[in-house]
């Protein structure tokens, strides 16, 4: 008995010394968890829209309405939801593509990603980003409802 209680009272500053030197390691690890579900809901987010916007795009005629217009009405009013995701550095593309009966429209987007935990210590303009790109972008091509020529 009397050798346990000696064992035990040799060994408690180990253990705050093992927390000390393990704690980091699971902060940064959560930090990551944190920023990798920040990037990819925020892809999530410009995917979903350019989706959005390609269908009521699509839906035009592109004879006679403004495909364009309708799509990044469309995108804007999907990305006014979660500002974060595109907050004023968007990049929003409308083109068609193609002819009767083929005719489609192409959507796209590029936004800027912003790490959700920032660890710059200076006012460097870069952050870590943990090898991901620096850049979200999202492209969806659709055909028109509307295939005529006049």
Known sequence: MLNKLRTLRERRGSNLIEFA????IFIGMMFLI????WYFGNHAILDI???AGCREASLVDPLTGDYGGAATAKIKEILAIVPAACATDCVISIT???DVPARSVVCSITATHKAFINFNVDTAPTSFNYGLPPTHSSLTQMRFEWQRTE
């Open 96 to 98: 068609s593509v193609g």
């Open 34 to 37: 944190v920023d990798f579900g």
């Open 21 to 24: 030197l393990t704690m980091p």
């Open 49 to 51: 829209a350019v989706h």
